[in-house]
């Protein structure tokens, strides 16, 4: 008889021990726009410390990033291949300092490795009729998984935990869980949705945030992620 298929732990970074190792690359600061910020991406305690600044700008000058990709054991990286199945789950903080905007502010996403390729998925923190929210979309045909309110969530730890499972077509799904505490604020499933591009996925996390923001929520602010870990389905 077959095993059933398990959860499989597949990286779990000791920020104390690896530092930003724990991740593929380190996007920080691309453009030098602030060097006596640098650097904006660090370990604090038992923490990932993503900072951003107003006066900060990425390459492409219209929007600001500071951001980490993909999972690292020593010199290999984790490889999210099609018809593959990925959990992550972590601790986030969101202080009242990093605020949903009109425009896009990207806290977590997948893509496909390279330059020039858009984003697969994205949890974001979005104003919508004046509320301030964070949700998670399929980013092309923009299907929106879930949301719910951003306030309730800041200024203190909660869990996320989120599924992917790597297809084409309508070989896709995407599981996205917030806990607050002992509360399940949000657990939702989009079934049936194309969740690869080419090459292979891998996550990121971090600010990635336009500067077109028209309700004044763009201040210095920070993010900080603790307990990463990422599970295979085997």
């Known amino acids: 008889m077959a095993k ?15 530092g930003t190792r724990a991740f593929e690359t380190i996007e920080d600061d691309r453009a030098d726009s602030h060097p006596a910020g640098q ?3 660090f370990v604090e305690g038992n923490t990932f410390r993503f900072n951003m600044h107003t006066v900060d700008r990425d390459t492409s000058t219209d929007r600001q990033r500071q951001e980490v990709t993909g999972c690292r054991n020593g010199s290999s990286f984790l490889q999210w291949n099609n018809g593959e199945s990925w959990r992550v789950t972590y601790q986030m ?4 300092s990093l605020k949903a905007t009109t425009t ?3 806290i977590m996403q997948t893509k496909q490795p390279g330059t020039g390729t858009g984003p697969i998925t994205v949890t974001s923190l979005r104003r919508v009729s004046g509320r301030q929210t964070i949700e998670h979309k399929i980013f092309e045909p ?13 200024n203190k730890w909660i869990d996320i935990e989120y599924e992917l499972k790597v297809g084409t077509g309508t070989a896709g799904s995407v599981r996205w869980v917030i806990r607050n505490g002992s509360s399940t604020v949000l657990d939702v499933t989009k079934t ?3 969740t ?3 090459d292979r996925v891998r996550p990121k996390w971090g600010i990635y945030r336009s500067l077109g923001d028209t309700s004044g929520s763009l201040q210095s602010t920070y993010l900080l992620l603790r307990n990463l870990k990422a599970y295979e389905l085997v």
């Not at 059933?4 to 690896?18: E, F, H, I, K, M």
Request: aromatic residues 12%; without cysteine; proline residues 11%.
């Open 196 to 198: 690869f591009l080419a």
């Open 142 to 154: 923009n299907i929106l998984v879930g949301r719910t309110d951003l306030e309730p969530l800041q």
């Open 39 to 41: 650097p904006h991406i």
């Open 93 to 96: 903080y969101v202080p009242s």
């Open 4 to 18: 059933a298929a398990s959860w499989a732990l597949r990286w779990s970074p000791d920020p104390a021990q690896t």
């Open 104 to 106: 896009f502010t990207h």
């Open 192 to 194: 049936g949705v194309d």
